[in-house]
């Protein structure tokens, strides 16, 4: 499974869901975010008043569970494809969510996000929302 950045945020939150908690407590298997997510976190954090106090939260709590997924010549491959897909059809997405969807296809990875409105026009892409109810 690959934690979209509004899972990532949910997790240090104080107003975390339960449901983000519960899932993460039962998740079998490694967990995984992209470079891509991890670039726009280092970017909120950058920009946050209690940026200092966030990223160590994330550095004691978030990050030593992760891998971190980078976006190499086989997701760039990807990448081109479903750009070109979804452009043929009139759908465009964010070029950072083409690049998170294009890395958790070339691994066959569940993506975990509840931005599932952008995500859901994605050929081929598992998604699971655990931000909603």
């Known amino acids: 499974m690959i ?6 945020s949910a997790i240090v939150s104080p107003r975390c869901p339960g449901k983000v908690v519960r899932e993460l407590e039962q998740a079998e298997g490694p967990i995984h975010t992209t470079a891509v997510n991890w ?3 280092a970017y909120g954090l950058a920009r946050h ?3 200092d106090s966030l990223r160590k ?3 004691t709590r978030v990050l030593p569970a992760l891998e971190i997924l980078g976006f190499d010549r086989e997701c760039a491959e990807v990448y081109g494809r479903l750009r070109a897909r979804l452009e043929k059809k009139g759908e465009r997405l964010g070029e950072a969510d083409l690049m998170i969807a294009a890395i958790a296809l070339h ?4 993506l975990i996000s509840g931005n599932t409105r952008h995500f859901s026009r994605v050929p081929g892409l598992k998604l699971v929302n655990w931000l909603e109810g």
């Open 3 to 8: 934690l979209d950045t509004d899972v990532l």
């Open 39 to 41: 670039g726009e976190i």
């Open 57 to 59: 939260a994330y550095e």
């Open 49 to 51: 008043a209690r940026g």
């Open 107 to 110: 691994h066959g990875l569940t």
